[in-house]
């Protein structure tokens, strides 16, 4: 026992990207998003299965864990919503109506689900959200001490946080307050231009450079107060998602003209240059308050963290004309990367575990999650009698990059799945650059996405150089340059403004990668490739090598490769759909008797009652539904509708009273309160912007080790 190592679970959930992370005495041994194995895109549910990956790849059982920490601060995030509706009240039914019981049955009882989902009987610790955000940044950079950044849409109050990381040591120092939220912000820009919240913010940033920034001066003139040191305050008359179902307001509507963009609706030159306009707000934002913690912290590297880290034409710009020297994004900056803080976040300050620094030259590895060996994936291809053939390993990228200089769209499939949203040569798709319509081919009839989206390039590390006006290595893909003077050259990696995010390629970090490219610039003279995440739109970059096949087989891809096995397209059978009927039927035929079983021996009990009291019509009714039950359990499948319909029924009332409870709280408890605060000028949040203000930052808390085990 006396050399027990310590094991660490992180655990992110219930908002939006769910992901586990496991350490053992402080290494990272597995790290991945539960979307990957649900196959429901930022699936949010508990990460179960992504927990047991990581038990599985740390060959431990739950209770060998000494700490798990969830991301996250329920009672503080409650605390911020219940001052949200005091603030709108009477208005807000709407979204109090669907908050409310997600709060009520899980949010704020999550150390009993989490015992309950795992079985787990040890300690279960709290992070600050914005904590594991800058533990996510810092704690895996190459930066012995370094200023952090962390910005998204919010956290418990914070949506902005900065501060300084020496060694083991994290200090955040000031914050901005929910509801003035850059992140919030892009988004409410998102949902207005048409795309999905949460998941359309990259498709926001790709559309920007076909457009011109016009309404620059009008966003900031009248929906977001930009103070110099980069601090910000929404005009809560523009938007809608304090108390409402939408992000922005009508009035927000009358500013740019006309409602919001309808999803899947013709994109047209007023969201193009809504899209510039709001992508250059966010840049000048992020560039101002890099001066300002530069000024702040006198530190001259920089660690990025949260959803806004991802914007990486900011962070590009940021770097290029901002005041430090060296930037570091984590790759997994969203929630999903919190797993990852919060677990770091004891090791370090909880237990104060000592830090090294991240060798240059051995960076952090994203390829934390599953892989699947050659015999899997042979077993899984013979199982499935398809055919495929075995390649030499010393003719292996060979073989792929004949694929690729012969025009053919490739699948590749290799090692550890990549850790956050990039896909990083694990799991991607990859082709020739150098084609006139490979992007549009690839968008449409492979992602089947949108045509103006841009693709990017994997490049070896020892050429960027000579193709990109880079003068460091990206290996994350976290980073936007320009192509130097053979733009056309590569028309499929080159977007419209001759930029391009870049992935470099070194032996020292994806090895089998390289060789593919080495090679493929071998034969052809073109050091990079297309390289773009294995999944089409709407579903997460595949997992496991029956997701690979089966997106190989729906899409127009030509080429599939797992590991050392290569399958061509024009030899494959057609693709035998998979049914989940027989699966779903035994999860449903045991959820249906174990509820008959309990609803035949809860109706015993007025039976018993009736037979005492000799009221015997009370026996015979329960009587009768009590047989009902054991019918039912005895017979499932046959009375499977019958069952159904109840549930149906009972859901249906259970849903009218739990509206009915609600509403009632909300107007006799939630309204009359706020309209009385209000009365008194003390609304809880700031709906409006203070022109005599000069700064909006606000002093952090200082958090210690014992905050860990707070809920609040």
């Known amino acids: 026992m006396k050399n027990k190592k310590i094991q660490i679970l992180g655990i992110s959930a219930y908002y939006h990207d769910s992901a586990a992370c496991i350490l053992n005495d402080g290494k ?34 739950i209770n060998d864990i000494d700490f798990i920490v969830f991301y996250d601060k329920p009672i503080p995030t409650f605390d911020r919503l219940l001052l949200s509706y005091l603030s709108i009240a009477p208005a807000g039914l709407p979204s109090w109506l669907r908050a409310m019981p997600l709060w009520l049955k899980q949010k704020l009882h999550l150390p009993q689900i989490i015992r309950k989902e795992l079985g787990y009987e040890g300690e279960i610790l709290f992070s600050e959200h914005h904590e594991a955000h800058a533990a996510a940044a810092f704690y895996p950079s190459p930066f012995q001490e370094a200023a952090i950044l ?150 001259e590297k920089l660690c990025l963290a949260g959803g806004v880290a991802l914007n990486c034409t900011a962070v590009g710009r940021l770097l290029r004309e901002g005041p430090f020297k060296e930037i570091w994004v984590q790759p997994a900056a969203g929630d999903a990367g919190s797993a990852l803080g919060a677990a770091l976040l004891v090791w370090h300050r909880l237990l104060e575990k000592k830090r090294n620094a991240q060798d240059e030259n051995r960076p952090f590895s994203p390829y934390l999650g599953p892989s699947y060996a050659q ?9 499935k009698n398809v055919p495929h053939h075995l390649m030499d390993a010393g003719n292996r990228a060979k073989i792929i990059a004949e694929q690729l200089a012969a025009g053919k769209i490739v699948g590749y499939m290799a090692g550890r799945m990549e850790y956050g949203p990039r896909a990083l040569g694990a799991r991607s798709i990859i082709a020739d650059p150098r084609g006139e319509n490979t992007k549009d081919r690839i968008n449409l009839k492979i992602k089947f996405r949108e045509s103006f989206r841009p693709f990017a390039p994997a490049v070896m590390q020892e050429k960027a150089y000579e193709v990109f006006e880079l003068d460091r290595t990206s290996p994350y893909m976290t980073l936007i340059t320009h192509v130097r003077d053979q733009r056309n050259m590569y028309p499929a990696v080159t977007h419209v403004d001759n930029s391009s995010r870049v992935q470099t390629v070194a032996t020292g970090n994806k090895k089998d990668f390289h060789d593919v490219i080495k090679a493929f610039h071998e034969m052809t003279g073109c050091p990079i490739v297309v390289n773009t995440s294995f999944n089409v739109r709407g579903e997460p970059i ?69 037979l005492f009291s000799h009221r015997m ?76 203000a000069k700064s909006y930052w606000l002093n952090h808390q200082p958090a210690d080790k014992e905050n860990l085990y707070k809920r609040f």
């Not at 998003?33 to 740390?58: G, H, M, W």
């Not at 015999?375 to 199982?383: G, P, S, V």
């Not at 050392?564 to 779903?584: H, N, R, V, Y």
Request: glycine share 6%.
């Open 150 to 299: 962390t910005i998204d849409g919010v956290g418990e109050w914070a949506t902005t946080s900065y501060g300084i990381g020496k060694a083991e040591k994290i200090d955040l120092l000031n914050e901005l307050h929910f509801p003035d939220s850059l992140g919030l912000l892009y988004s409410a820009f998102t949902y207005f231009t048409g795309f999905r919240v949460n998941s359309g913010e990259y498709k926001l940033m790709g559309l920007a450079p076909y457009g011109k920034p016009i309404y620059e001066d009008v966003i900031l003139d009248n929906i977001v107060d930009v103070k110099p040191d980069g601090s910000l305050r929404l005009n809560m008359e523009y938007f809608d998602f304090l108390g409402g179902l939408r992000m922005t307001s009508h009035k927000f509507e009358s500013l740019f003209e006309g409602p919001r963009r309808e999803p899947e609706t013709k994109i047209s030159q007023r969201e193009m240059d809504i899209a510039a306009s709001i992508q250059a707000v966010t840049e000048s934002v992020m560039l101002k308050m890099g001066f300002h913690i530069f000024n702040e912290t006198g530190m």
């Open 28 to 61: 990272i041994l597995a790290a991945v998003q539960e979307e990957r194995f649900t196959r429901v895109k930022n699936d949010a549910s508990f990460p179960r299965n992504a927990i047991q990956y990581c038990l599985s790849t740390a060959n431990c059982e």
């Open 617 to 692: 019509l009370l026996s015979l009714i329960f009587g009768l539904l009590a047989c009902a039950g054991l019918a039912v359990a005895i017979s499932p499948v046959f009375l499977k509708p019958v069952y159904q319909a109840a549930q149906f029924a009972a859901n249906r009332i259970r849903l009218a009273l739990s509206v009915l409870v609600l509403t009632v709280v909300f107007y006799t408890i939630i309204s009359p309160v706020g309209l009385f605060l209000r009365l008194l000028g003390k609304t809880p949040i700031h709906l409006r912007p203070d022109a005599q």
């Open 542 to 610: 595949v997992c496991t090598p029956d997701d690979a096949y089966a997106c190989f087989m729906k899409t127009g891809m030509d080429t599939l490769v797992m590991e050392d096995t290569i399958l061509f397209k024009e030899e494959q059978p057609p693709l035998k759909e998979k049914t989940s009927e027989a699966g779903a039927s035994e999860t449903e035929i045991r959820s249906i008797r174990k509820s008959s079983l309990t609803f035949a021996a809860s109706c015993m009990v007025p039976v018993a009652i009736g």
């Open 375 to 383: 015999d899997e994936i042979k077993a899984f291809l013979e199982q």
